[in-house]
């Protein structure tokens, strides 16, 4: 699946849709994979670096990725409920020359949310790894 198709997916647009593939993905899983790390217009850049903590958006879009595909491409509405046991191997990426690569598994799936655990490598080089709770139907 390519950019094109992911940004039927997932609410973000343009230069706000972090992931470039989705690779492979179940009923459990999903991969994805991106080089706008290297993006000098980056939407998340600062002072020109792009800093490790923003993995988490990534990961948390290719959950929104699985979602929708899971649901037949039209995803329940929800938003990051919560970060658990975030761990940052970098202090930032937008140094790294690979393209990342994205694995969430879904450990729960509830009516009122999903949770997983994802890491985010570049090659064999593990950048970011934690649990994101998402919660669905959560009026803004």
Known sequence: MNREQLLQLIPHAGRMCLLDRVIAHSDRD??????THRDPGHALRRDGQLAALHLTEYAAQAMAAHGALLAGGNAQPGMLA???DIRLHTDRIDTIDADLTVHAVRRLAQRDGSLYDFNVRAGERLLCEGRIAIAFGVLL
């Open 82 to 84: 919560a970060l658990r």
């Open 30 to 35: 999903i991969e994805c994979t991106t080089g």
